[in-house]
């Protein structure tokens, strides 16, 4: 069964900073691309940032560039959303999702990753 479970989430001040982990399990984690997504009340699901264990670049949206570090832990099965430069917009529960054999750059597309966790809300206060 594939499971993927992030953790990580909080409450911080602007300009702060947090590390979000996505402990996955059940399959290859090489086979996989993995990403981050959000969804603000009100707002659609976006894409934030994903990777994969083949040499694709690393995806991140527009929004979070220069911010937000995506990187795994192969070893481990697990991949982490480091945030720095945290802002209010950034504020939105933040989920993990796999895709099989997807490219970093279908990021954008959240509706082709079939597994998902369960979020973790992240807070980011004025």
């Known amino acids: 069964e594939v499971q993927l479970v992030e953790s990580g989430g909080g409450l911080v001040q602007a300009g702060g900073s947090l590390r979000l982990s996505c402990a996955t399990s059940?399959?290859?984690?090489?086979?996989?691309?993995i990403g981050w997504f959000r969804q603000a009340p009100g707002k659609e699901r976006e894409g934030v940032s994903c990777?994969?264990?083949?040499?694709?670049?690393?995806y991140y949206s527009d929004s979070v560039k220069g911010r937000f570090t995506i990187f795994n832990d192969t070893a481990k099965n697990t991949v982490y959303l480091q945030m720095i430069s945290l802002k209010p917009e950034d504020t939105a529960v933040y989920y993990c999702?796999?895709?099989?054999?997807?490219?970093?750059?279908?990021?954008?597309?959240?509706?082709?990753?079939?597994?998902w966790g369960r979020g973790t809300q992240v807070t980011v206060s004025s």
């Open positions: 999702a796999a895709a099989f054999r997807y490219s970093a750059y279908d990021c954008p597309y959240p509706v082709g990753f079939g597994s």
């Open positions: 059940g399959f290859t984690f090489d086979d996989y691309a």
């Open positions: 990777i994969n264990s083949l040499d694709d670049p690393t």
